[in-house]
Structures are given as C-alpha cells and as structure tokens.
C-alpha cells in the first residue's frame, strides 16, 4: 500500500514497540507530526524546550531499559538536542533522536533553519543516519533502533529530509533481521573467551583481598542476580559508580557503596589496598580512579565489559573479557560451581571483609546535623525514609547531585538517574519526568540544585500539561554550590561569579505552572512537606528546600589526586596509619 | 583482629606509555554516506594529523578500502584501532605496521628541466627507478613513480637539485604478504 514517507516513520516505530515520543514540533518534521495526529498508535510528550525533550527520552531510557525516542524539528531543534545526545552517548543511555531536515535539494545550501546535524553530533552518537531515499526508511528506523539498544549502547540521531518524509512508497516494513542484515560490520562480541574466563576464576578463587567494581554496563546488562550471586558465593566486597549504582544493594553487608572522587572512605580504601578488582561494565573513569599510578596500586585487575575499546584504555588490565556482562558472570559462576566452590584463602578473606569493616566504623557516611539550619543531607535522609527506600531518584549535577547518592541507600537497579559522564546541569527535571513516564508505578523524585532547575525548569509545564506527579526537591543553597566549595578549598574562598542568591521565589513559581510549591526553612518543616508531596498524585510538587549555604560535600578526594589525599567530613584528612596495609 | 600489618605502601602503578611512530591502517568498510566524515573525525578526536590516506573500492560491490597513515603513541593508535573497529560501518580494521605487508605508493612529479643536461640526467634517474616521463614541455618534465616510502623519498631527493615545480602523491596503498615474509624477493 503507498503511503507517505512520514507514515512509514510511524509504522516502523509502532513496530518497533515504541510507546512514548517526546518532541517537539516545527516545520521540517510537520509530516511526521501530521502523521502521527492521523495514525494514532503513539503517544507523545510535548516538552517546553528539545533539551527537555532529549532528557525526557534519556530518562525514560534509564529508567525502563527500553530505547528513548525524541523528535524535533531541523536547524533549532535539532541543535537544541546537541547537549542531550552528548549526555546519552557518555553515559551509554540507548535512544534514538529523529530531526527533521530540510529536503534533500536544499541541503548543503543554507537553507532556512538548516544545519548539518549529522556533523555536529558525529563525535557524540554511536551511529547516524541521513535518509537519502523513501524506501530506506523502515530499514534505517529498524537499524537505529538495533544499534541503540545492543552492544554497548548508545544515541543514534536519525535525519530526516522533509521530502523524504512526503514521498509516496509502498515498501513494506521489513523484520527485524532482515532490516539489519546489511550491517555487515556491526556484531557486538557478547560472550566472552573461554580461556580468559578460566584465568579470571582462577584470580577469583586465588585472590585474598577481592573487590568488585561495578559501573553502568552492569545495569545495561541487567546483570544484578549474577552480581549478588558472584559476591556472596566468593565474599567479594563490591562498589558502584555513580551509574552502577542499584546493580548492587546499597543495604547489603558486602556493600561499599560509592568510589572515587566523591565515594565513601571505605570504598576507597578497599580499592587501594585490594589485591584482585574487577570491573564489571566500568571504565576506570578520571572521577572513580584520580590518579591512575595510585589507583588500586597492589591489584591485578580483571575487567569485563562489552566494548573492546573500554578495556585497557585508561589502565592496563591483566584479565580482558570483551562480553556481555550478564553472560561473562554467568560464565564465571558455571566455571565456579563445577570446580565446587573454593576459597583458597577463606581465612584471609574475612580478614579483609573484617578490616573493611573497621574502615566503615571508623569513618562511615556522616554529617553534622543540625536543629536550626536545614542540613542538606538531612533532606536526601528524610527523603529516603518517606519512600522506604523504594523511589526512583533523577538528579542535577553538583553537590545535591552527590548528596543524592551518597545519603539515599539505592537497592534496585534503574534507581539512581543522573548525568554521570558529561554532568549536565539541567539534567534531573526532564530525565525525572522521563523516568515517571516510564515507570508510572514507582515515586520518582527529583533531587535538584538551584542552579541546575533553572537551567530546564521549562519543564515543570509539561509535567503539569501531562499530569506527570514528579517531586522536585530544590537542595537551595543560594549558590553554584559545587564551584563554591572548590573555590573554598583550591582558590582560597575567591567566590567568583557562583552567588544565586538573587532567585525567583520558587513556591510562586510553582503555582504559576500549575503546579504545587512547597518551601521549607527550618528542620522542623521538611518531613511534613514531604509526607505531603508524596500524597499529591496529579501534579508535580516543587518543594524549595533552604538548606546550609556553604555545606560541602565529603569526603572528597581532589581531581587528579590519590585516594591518599581524600579529605573527610570536617575538611580533615584521615588518618594515615589506617590506610594502608599489606598482607 | 586482623593480622594484616598497617604500613604506608607507596607502590605505583605502572602507567603504559608507548613508542611514538608512523602506523599504516587498513580499514575495509561499507561504502555509506559519511564514513569517511566518520574516521577523520575520529581519529582528529585523537589530535592527530593523518599523515597520508587512500581510498578505493574493492572488488566487492559497496565495500571499500582505505590504508591510513597515521604518526602517533602506540597505545593511543592501538585504541583508535578498537575505535575503528567500533563504528557501524567499519567491516575491518587492520594495524599493518609489524605484520610483513607491501606497501605502494604513486607520484607525479614535475621537475625544472630547462637545459639539454638536466633533461638527460632527469631521465637516466627515472629510468634507475622504473619510473616513467608522463609528460613534457620545454621547461619540464612530469615523471610518474610507484614504489615504497624509501624509493620515494630516494627519487625526492635526487630531483630536488633540479628544482621540483609540483608533485603530487597518491597516499600509501597497503596489503598483508600472504607468506609474511619480511622481504620479498622481487623488491
Ligand atoms: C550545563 C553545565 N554548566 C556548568 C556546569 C559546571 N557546574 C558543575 S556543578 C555546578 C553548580 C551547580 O549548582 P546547583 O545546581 O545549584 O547545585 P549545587 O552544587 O549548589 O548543589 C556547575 C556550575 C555543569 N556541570 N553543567
Ligand atoms: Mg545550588
């Protein structure tokens, strides 16, 4: 049957089981747009700015597993989805961004809202795609789709010429396999070498003082059972980053919770002295290892990941596995279990759980509370109680982003979304709708800076538009509160161009969205505004929470330092005698 | 109580730094809108120049081949190799610099040849090096050449006295001896 090139767009996209759109229209992608107003089949979310449409998407990948799809018009809208398709690649999030074009003769021409998004964004997708030709269509909706979602995964930006989207065709929508038959170079490596898992189990049963380090591809591969499974069989201690977080139970007693730059002491100090890491989907990232010549300096490291190009790119690893995380740890479980489960050094194992467990009395996840100022961790506490734990949590970038983490234990997977490789203030409000459209079933909250809401609070609009009951807690510390503290602690408190205390008044804001506002200035107040946040269920709730200005987070070790020179809660170091060991 | 003794170690962690030299690259890839856009910016993402490049097609409809020259640390073209590997429409990519390979190259070179002498002494040279005179006026020669980096570089230097007007070259075409070899005879 012919039909237009924009039904077409639409056919292969119900086919390909998508559910939301979220978009915003313009005139390049009217057809398209025009289409889906006729066919149905589709529901879309129309956000107030495409950077709120592209984190929409982003959010809603991240938290369901399934591809985001956002749409935009040519010129403008597709450039306002640069930042997005940035945030997406960085952190592996599979989606996929349609952008209308203007028609094929046109292009290369200046035309009218034209610009070459396929070059802006090559640096930052996986993969894109022009359509040059009617026919190709479902194949190219149906390969950026495959693209997106395996392998490691990531954005893929479909162009769209507005002539292509006009013409008539009868080509029918291929199969799946048949439409990517032609990807002839493209074929993720998923299960592991042999040879190299058996060296791992070999490590794995020989080591004395094992941690596992687990990132984002562990979540991707849904790989958290084999997870929890490899660690209490072998009694391996295991720490996330910030996009591994929920792969691993924050509550469990082998977690170590966070690493890195902003991780716990414990966690640090376990990778420091460990003898055996291994990485499951992590990338040994400048923020987890600071100085690399100091990170885990005593270990032999394993690191199994899907892309090859991860491993051995920032440290040298003893043990590739080039797979599918999910697939590797069951590999090694079944390697494991045949041989009959054995610790060679069981002894020394719980030795090292049990100095672990000094490490965590000794300088566990505290702050100072307080009776008179709102402390900001005390909110992200209160928060944790009021949902037993069980919210999904979207946050901006900068202190609150790392409060956010750090003082809400996550136990599920897909709990914690936040921008992690590019850190895009701006993030958490949109990629929080996204997230609650995706999961309707779940509380989602959104831990936001005062700097950060600003940046697409736009979107409070859609929220309220679509009934979409997020609740965003503003951690208002008046300030770019990350820059701050480090021009507190590296630029002799030269607090340059980071004041925010002029602001708008958040709770009228709110209300002139049609949404609720909330304001809390002492302690006192926040645990009843939260209880009555979380009984507002047709709107989204924004509660300004004033907190301590001039809070810091800690510990914390400084960019490009060593976990030698982390400083702890009251900006002192710790104690050198208990860092290190040898055994 | 743990038996684990409490001291300061300040063992590091060795840090790969590799050698820095030319690599020469084969990549076979599916011949789609932007490929090339694709690995120039990829490996411009590196900071590094491509040194030479060449592209053509196989004798597989929509496939084609490029050799890439490329200067830089080992480590970092090893991860530019797995980059590679990476795109979509890359089918494969081959580091050729330690496996035993032929390499060729073309130049067009038009040399200053206004006397009698110079033309003779022009062409005895490209006769020493197979090469041939592919065209001529009174004040020039353009000679065409093939041969590996050396033998380029040889002629280079032997025609620079003339005076060299223009040359062009083709970028090195690469391929893997079947035999591995490091010499082959006929060379
Ligand atoms: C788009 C963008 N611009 C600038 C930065 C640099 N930056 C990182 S954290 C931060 C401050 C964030 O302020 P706020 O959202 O109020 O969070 P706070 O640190 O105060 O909790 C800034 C400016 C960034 N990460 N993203
Ligand atoms: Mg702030």
Redesign the pocket.
């Given at each position: 049957m012919s039909r237009k090139g924009a039904d077409i767009v639409i056919e292969t996209l119900i086919e390909e089981g998508v559910e939301y759109i979220f978009g915003l229209p313009g005139g390049a992608i009217m057809e398209v747009y025009d289409a889906l107003y006729r066919m149905g089949g589709i529901k879309h979310i129309l956000a107030r700015h495409e950077q709120g449409a592209g984190h929409m998407a982003e959010g809603y990948a991240r938290a369901t597993g399934k591809v985001g799809v956002a749409m935009v018009t040519s010129g403008p809208g597709a450039t306002n989805l640069v930042t997005p398709i940035a945030d997406a690649y960085m952190d592996s999030v599979p989606t996929v961004f349609i952008t209308g074009q203007v028609p094929l003769h046109l292009i290369g021409n200046d035309a009218f809202q034209e610009v070459d998004i396929i070059g802006i964004t090559r640096p930052i997708t996986k993969h894109s795609f022009l359509v040059k030709r009617v026919e190709d269509l479902p194949y190219i909706i149906r390969q950026a789709f495959h693209i997106a979602r395996t392998g490691r995964p990531g954005p893929v930006v479909i162009d769209l010429p507005k002539d292509i989207t006009q013409q008539l065709s009868d080509v029918p929508i291929p199969s799946r396999e048949e439409a990517i038959s032609s990807l002839i170079g493209y074929k993720p490596h998923l299960t592991g070498n042999p040879q190299q898992i058996k060296k791992a189990v070999k490590l794995i049963t020989e080591a004395k003082k094992p941690v596992l380090y687990v990132g984002g591809g562990a979540v991707n591969a849904e790989a958290q059972d084999e997870l929890l499974e490899l660690a209490e069989l072998m009694r391996i201690p295991v720490t996330t980053t910030t996009q591994g977080k929920g792969a691993f139970p924050e509550d469990h007693p082998l977690s170590l919770r966070m690493l890195g730059m902003h991780g716990t002491y414990y966690a640090n100090m376990a990778v420091y002295n460990c003898d055996l890491l291994i990485a499951v989907g992590a990338r040994f990232d400048d923020r987890v290892t600071g100085k690399v010549e100091e990170f885990a300096p005593n270990a032999k490291i394993i690191h199994i990941d899907i892309d090859p190009a991860s491993i051995s790119k920032n440290i040298i690893v003893d043990v590739p596995i080039v797979g599918d995380v999910k697939i590797v740890l069951n590999k090694i479980l079944e390697e494991i279990k045949k041989k009959g489960v054995k610790i060679l050094h069981a002894k020394e194992r719980e030795e090292w759980l049990e100095q672990i467990n000094k490490w965590k009395k000794m300088y566990p996840l505290t702050y100072k509370n307080s009776n008179k100022v709102i402390k900001p961790q005390y909110v992200i506490e209160q928060i944790y109680e009021v949902t037993r734990g069980e919210a999904i949590l979207s946050a901006?970038?900068?202190?609150?982003q790392m409060w956010a983490a750090m003082f809400y234990k996550f136990s599920f997977p897909r709990q914690f979304i936040n921008s992690g490789g590019l850190?895009?203030?701006?993030f958490g409000l949109p990629a929080g709708i996204g997230a609650k459209v995706g999961r309707p079933d779940v509380p989602v909250f959104v831990i936001?800076?005062?700097?950060?809401?600003l940046?697409t609070m736009q979107e409070v609009v859609t929220a309220v538009h679509y009934k979409i009951p997020v609740k965003v807690a503003i951690?208002n510390?008046g300030?770019?509160?990350?820059?701050r503290q480090w021009q507190e602690l590296f630029y002799e408190k030269r607090y340059s161009e980071v004041d925010?205390s002029i602001q708008p008044d958040f709770v009228k804001l709110a209300e002139a969205c049609g949404a609720v506002g909330f304001r809390a200035e002492k302690p006192s107040e926040v645990r009843e505004i939260l209880e009555e946040a979380m009984r507002i269920e047709d709107r989204p709730v924004i509660m300004d929470f004033h907190v301590d200005r001039e809070e810091n987070v800690f510990p914390m070790v400084p960019a490009g330092k060593s976990y030698r020179d982390m400083i702890l809660e009251d900006g002192k170091s710790p104690d050198v005698e208990t860092m290190y060991l040898v055994g | 109580m743990s038996e684990f003794t409490v001291i300061e170690t300040r063992k590091l962690r060795e840090v790969r730094k590799g050698a820095t030299r030319k690599h020469i690259i084969n990549v076979t890839v599916r011949n789609e809108f932007g490929v090339l856009a694709r690995i120039a910016t990829l490996i411009a993402g590196k900071g590094y120049n491509i040194e030479s490049l060449s592209v053509g097609e196989t004798h597989e409809k929509g496939i084609s081949r490029m050799t890439i020259e490329i200067i830089g640390d080992d480590i970092v073209i090893d991860q530019v190799v797995k980059q590679l590997r990476k795109l979509i429409d890359t089918i494969k990519v081959r580091d050729l610099t330690d496996i035993p390979h032929v390499e060729r190259e073309l130049v067009l070179i038009k040399v200053h040849t206004p006397t009698a002498r110079a033309r003779d002494e022009v062409l005895r040279i490209t006769e020493i090096f197979r090469g041939k005179v592919v065209d001529v006026s009174q004040e020039t020669y353009t000679i065409e050449v093939t041969g590996d980096e050396d033998k380029i570089r040889a002629i280079v230097e032997l025609l620079k006295p003339f005076g060299i007007k223009e040359m062009a070259r083709t970028g090195k075409i690469a391929m893997k001896r079947e035999l591995g070899w490091e010499e082959n005879p006929q060379d």
């Open positions: 901006g970038v900068g202190q609150h850190g895009t203030m701006g936001d800076g005062d700097g950060s809401f940046m951690i510390n300030y770019l509160g990350m820059v925010l | -």
